[in-house]
Each structure stands twice: as C-alpha cells, then as structure tokens.
C-alpha cells in the first residue's frame, strides 16, 4: 500500500465514517510498510518540566506513547526516513509561531495561516539550532461545538479535535506564507506528526513554558522480554567509536541511575532479582574512551513476571503473516476441533487442533490484501468477514477441502461490499462497521442463498452480540452501547443506549443471566473493561471495572458461565471470574506477546467453547495459541464411554455452593467423591446406582460432617464402572 493511500485509510479522506472507524487497523504494521520499518530510525522523547499536560492517540507513531512518528508513514510526506532530526518543539503562550493550517473535512485544503503558541527547532547541531515551520490540522465535524479557529488548541476528547500538528523540515518564515493556498501536506516536507490531545484532567500551558524533545537513537532495537524476577534485555548497535555502554534504570522516569557498564561487544543483558509487576525504565549510553556520551538509545520499560498463570500451552501454529479474529469449528461426525483463524492479508485458515496444530485447508479471499477480520460458524457453515469485499459463505463438511458456496455484498451497491465484524444468533447473521453504518441482517437457513431481512440504519458500530432476541451494539466513536430488540429483524426496535466519559466502546458480552454487560473499551479514555448491570433499561449503572494496566489496550471478551475471557492485545490472554460481576477476580492469564509495550500488538480474540475444553487464541504477529485452563485439566484423563461426562462445576470458583452434572450412559453404579489438593477424602456425594441421563446436585462447600471447608482447592472424581474422570474445584471465601 502506497504512503497516500495510508493516509486515505488513516485519516480518513475516501469515507470518514467508516474507513476510519476501523481503529484496530492503525497499528502501523499491520499496512505492510516494511520497506518503510527496515529504515525508520529509533525515537525517543523527553518532556520538561512536570507536570505533562499533553498526550495524544496511538496511531501506531512510534514515540511518546505512539503519538509521533514519520510523516512518512503518517502522512505521504515527501521526505523520507533518512531526513528525520532532532526536534524540540517548545511551548509558550507568549510565543507565536504562524503556521499554514489545514482543514480535515474539506479533504486537507489549505485554510489560512493558524497561530501556534510556541516553536519547533532543529537542535541537531546543539550549537546552532534551527528555527522551523509548522502546520497544523482543523476540523468541523458538523456539532458546533468548536468550530475551526486557527488556533492550535486540541482539547480532552477521544480524538483531541484532530488539530494534528506537522513538523516541517524547511526553515520558519515568520509569515505562514511558505506554503500557497493550493498545496496539501501530502507532498510537503513534514518531517513528524502528531495526534495531539490535551490529558484528561489538565489544563493547556499548566506548565509555561514546556517542551518536547524528539531524537533520533543509533543504539536500536532496544526491548525487554520479560520473566520471573528477571528481564532480558536487548539491543542492535552498528555505529564506530564506543568503548562501552552505560545501562541507566530506575523504577520512575527518567531511568537515571547507573546500573552497569558494559562491553562493547555486548547485545543482551539479563537484570535479575526484581520484583515482579514493578515497572523498571532503562536507556542505554554508548560512551567513548574519553567518557564522551556519543549515543544514546530509546528509553524502554520492562515489567518482570511469569509468562502465564493457571494456564496451560498446548501448541501453536504461526506459518502464514498478520493474523485477525478466530472462532471454533467442531466436526459432528468426528468430533474433531478445528480453529478458524483470519488471515488479514490472505483468507481464513482451518487448523486441526486435535494434537499439534496444523492446517488442513485454507480459503483465499477474493482478493490479496481485502483484510479478513472476522469468522462466525453457522450449522456446517463458517462466515468470513472481510473489511474490503463482500464475505464468503464457507462449507465445511470437508474441513480438508472447504468450499465457497455463496457470498454476501453488505451496506452501499457502490462500494466494496466490505464490513468489519459479525456475529451469528440462531439463524441470523446480524452484520456492523459497514459504509452504510449500523447493522444489517440476514437470514442463514439456506447459506448458497442468504436472504437480507433487516436492518437498522444508525451511527457507526463496532461489534455486537446478540442473545436471546437482543443485541449489543458497541458505538466506538463515543456512542456508548445501544441494546437492540433484534426479534423482529424487518422492525428492529431501540431499547436503551448507555454510555460513560470518554467511552470507546469496541467489544461488549453479556453475562449469562443477561443482568450484565461486560464492555471492552479500546480507544477511550481508559482502555480497559467496565461491567454495566443493565436489569432495570431505565437506570442502567457501571458496577465494576477491570483493569490489567492502566496503560494497556484491551481488545475483545467473551463469557462462558462464570467466566471472562478477554483478548488483552499486550497482555495475551486473562480469564477474570465473574461469580460476583460486581467483583470481577483474575484467575488465570497466559502472555501471547512478550515484549513489553503497550499498544494495538498481540492477542486479537480468544475463543472457549469447545467442549473439550481447549482454549484457542489468535495473535496478530504470533498467529494462533491452544491453551488449556488448569481447572480444566483432570486428575485423571477419562477413558470415556459414549454417554460418560463429568462436567465443570458451576459456578467456579464458588461460595459456598457450586452445582456439579455428569452424564450416565448407561445404566451404572456411581461414586462421586470429593477430595482436598492433598488427595486426602472430604465427601461423598453419590454411592448407588443411577439410570442412564444426565444427573445433577449440588456441594455445599462441606466435608463428611457437615463442617464448612476453608477456602482451596478440590477435586470432584466420579468413578463408574472402567470410566473414571476428574474436575478441579475452587471454594473462595
């Protein structure tokens, strides 16, 4: 893809309203630059002094939290990589620079010379610096609430106002007038832009004068990998003259306390006897044998701690590029498990995860590059939903040879047909992020023909489920949630919207009662999980939220019973008990992206519902993860009759009672016992003989005497006949 097609998709030049609605997709490489990557230098920043008063959106920028980067890459600049400098942008509300202004919803025309309050040097050469220009974006979104002023002035919204500023290469003329009212800064000399916005919570110019540093690093690659007590760290480093390094830490920014020196020579270094959670900063200073500090590198953060938690790795498959979302496919006739995993780029992969994963068949997209983004199953059937063309109806009665059997052209004829996420409800496909907005319904009983039978025609959605006759609707763009009565599909009915401060909503689930709704926020303020109790429509309240990191980027969830399963970009994989959903607890966690960032990288979705019990993850670099929850894993591995099951308690964890089912199939003599983590007796609940059918009772959380158990783990063993299985069992007080 081209750099000005970029911008088209980024900014949002050919369909504002849904092309640039698809926020998972600016994540710089996921646009396949890698020409670009191979020779985009390392950046680092510094702010002076405290407090920091400006932010900005991740746009995938690759300094100051991912707010700036090359024009290159965000812009179409005419300059390259190689052009990029040391720049101090510095703010001062008795400074003006003039500046050309540009107007984003007037498909960036020149709009007049805007003012902003301060200047940008070049301060390459520390004894000589280098006054520049600087241009910067406006917008009329169409409320009234703030029209275009020509004064530069993001406020604390999502998107800041879009006032994004561009630094330019060329010197400052202290006119605006570089540039004539016909250019664009498509092919100017911006060198950096930036997606500024004001911190939610501060004042512009709190601190006056600020500024922002913005240089070039020549020690690269600097990351860490975290572990146990330890990090290990990591670097590239080709430049002459270094006699060694000095690595800085600290446990606050800047890392400036020495924590050793180095060999020349050397690229990795493993920092032991940390504790773990605990952020640690680090910058690393290649010095020269006259103690001359010639380079320095990024300031990274690592956070030390185990890869996973309770969970279990049982294989994972990476043989193709730039993965989306996955769902699961179960063979009646063999009961085989199958992922189906999107492959952005290319189409749909099936993958038998029976043992070590391998794929057995695969559907290209009609076209390279079309963006697969979603799958949903359907009977027999799997949907594929692609951002830039119609989805492919898929057969997978041979998952080795899957076969199109229809496809579906979604929102205006004119267009490509694309959308961006779905979900499958009974017969019903229900279909958002389309060019039409809102929601689109289709009929699935005959899937070589599916049938249009509704739609409900509103602001962009994101994501949806639906259960039960309702559906979720995530408005991302600071819509909230809107809660649909989808039993009708030719007359959907809007029942409540809800919302909250700077909400993103991407991805909402209810819980299986349907009392609460689990919302995934991804690019609000507050990236994070909130949990609404929608029971009374009228007064619908945040109860609870989840939060891994402040700072971290959650993506999708989804519950299972009692439990959350949240797709955590950087944080991979985490399952949050939800027995009490205004007290939503972590249990389990498995890390599907090492590296420590934050960011739109690592783990897409996650899928829990096979019966086995497998857990099947898609990462957008590492591609699919097969997981296994330790409260899953038997005792002992059932040599199992057709028929013969013992299911998970529910809930679990449990306090103080917990229903436990298991299946007979046939008619047999059954004991059913539970015992402590010891292996030591603590009740029987079952010693007879039960028909054949599915039997269930419930554990009081007592032992033989009738006396309370503390809080632990159990296990619940059924024995009948040769069939023996077991369950892992948690009673928390």
């Known amino acids: 893809m081209k750099t000005i097609q970029i911008l088209k998709v980024l900014l949002g030049l050919s369909s504002v309203s849904v092309v640039f609605s698809e926020l998972d997709i600016l994540v710089v490489n996921e646009f396949n630059i890698s ?23 991740d746009w995938g920028g690759q300094t100051f939290y991912g707010y700036i980067g090359l024009s290159e890459i965000f812009l179409g600049s005419s300059l390259s990589a190689d052009d990029a400098i040391d720049v101090e942008i510095r703010f001062d509300s008795n400074e003006t620079t003039f500046c050309q202004t540009y107007r984003r919803d007037l498909d960036y025309s020149a709009a007049g010379v805007g003012v902003f309050r301060g200047s940008a040097w070049d301060i390459s ?16 979104d169409g409320t009234g609430e703030h029209a275009p002023n020509l004064i530069w002035d993001p406020d604390d919204s999502n998107y800041g106002r879009r006032e994004y500023l561009f630094i330019m290469l060329s010197d400052y003329d202290g006119t605006g007038e570089t540039y004539d009212n016909s250019n664009t800064g498509f092919d100017s000399d911006v060198i950096y832009s930036w997606w500024p916005k004001l911190r939610s919570g501060y004042t512009f110019f709190q601190t006056d004068p600020a500024s922002l540093t913005i240089r070039t690093a020549f020690i690269t690659n600097f990351s860490s990998l975290p572990d146990d007590g330890q990090l290990t760290l990591s670097w590239e480093f080709e430049e002459e003259g270094v ?99 999107c492959v952005r780029d290319e189409g749909l992969s ?38 830039n063309e119609p989805a492919q109806i898929i057969d997978l009665s041979d998952p080795e040879d899957p076969n199109v059997v229809s496809t579906i052209h979604f929102g205006l004829s004119i267009e490509d047909g694309g959308a961006h996420n779905c979900y499958i409800n009974g017969q019903y496909l229900y279909v958002i992020g389309l060019d039409a907005g809102g929601l689109e319904i289709y009929d699935l009983t005959n899937p070589e023909s599916p049938q249009w039978v509704g739609d409900y025609i509103t602001y962009y959605y994101h994501d949806i489920y639906v259960k039960d006759g309702i559906a979720y609707a995530a408005a991302i763009h600071g819509d909230g949630v809107d809660i649909l ?59 609870a939220e989840y939060i891994v990191d402040p700072e971290s980027v959650v993506h999708n969830a989804y519950v299972d019973g009692n439990l959350l399963y949240v797709a955590h970009y950087t944080e991979g994989v985490r399952i949050v008990d939800l027995s009490d959903p205004e007290s939503p607890v972590e249990i389990a966690y498995y890390d599907t992206y090492l ?16 019966e086995s019990g497998k857990i099947i993850a898609s990462d957008l670099q590492s591609g699919l993860f097969v ?10 591995k059932p040599n199992a009759p057709a028929g013969f099951n013992l299911k998970q308690n529910y809930p679990n964890p449990f306090n103080p009672t917990t229903r436990i089912n298991y299946t007979i199939g046939l008619e047999s003599f059954v004991n059913l016992t539970v015992f402590d983590v010891s292996g030591d007796f603590v009740k029987t609940l079952v010693n007879s003989h039960k028909p054949t059918g599915i039997h269930s009772l419930q554990w009081h959380g007592t032992n033989e005497l009738d006396k309370k158990m503390p809080s632990g783990s159990y296990f619940i063993k059924i024995k009948t006949g040769e069939f023996t299985q077991s369950r892992k069992m948690i009673l928390l007080k």
């Open 125 to 140: 050469d520390p004894n000589n610096h280098r006054r520049l220009n600087i241009c910067f974006v406006e917008w009329d």
């Open 350 to 387: 099936i993958i038998d995860i029976s043992d070590q994963p391998i794929e057995v068949g695969f559907v290209p997209s009609m076209q390279f590059g079309s963006d697969a983004k979603d799958v949903k199953v359907f009977d027999h059937y799997a949907v594929l939903i692609k951002e």
């Open 595 to 610: 590296p420590n960032e934050y960011g739109y990288e690592g783990c897409w979705s996650v899928f829990p519902y096979f």
């Open 243 to 341: 006699d060694h390094f000095d690595l800085f830490y600290s446990t606050t920014i800047p890392p400036n306390n020495l924590l050793v020196q180095l060999d020349a020579d050397d690229r990795s270094y493993l920092h032991t006897g940390l504790t773990n959670d605990e952020k640690v900063y680090y910058q690393m200073k290649g010095v020269s044998s006259q103690g001359d500090i010639l380079y320095s590198s990024i300031q990274i953060w690592g956070k030390p701690g185990p890869v996973s938690m309770n969970m279990d790795l049982l294989g994972t498959w990476n043989e193709r590029e730039n993965y989306g979302d996955i769902w699961g496919y179960t063979d009646q006739i063999t009961g085989k498990e199958y992922a189906l995993l």
């Open 485 to 543: 009565d989808v039993s009708n599909p030719s007359n959907v009915q809007l029942l409540a919207n809800f919302n909250y401060e700077g909400s993103g909503a991407h991805n909402c689930w209810t819980t299986e009662d349907g009392n609460y709704v689990i919302v995934g926020d991804e690019i609000g303020e507050g990236n994070w999980i909130r949990i609404f109790d929608i029971q009374d429509l009228d007064n619908i309240s945040m109860v």
């Open 627 to 636: 997981l296994e929850h330790q409260q899953f894993v038997n005792i002992e």
């Open 35 to 57: 020409e670009t990557r191979e020779v985009e230098p390392d950046l680092y920043w510094a702010w002076e002094p405290d407090s920091r008063w400006l932010s900005g959106v």
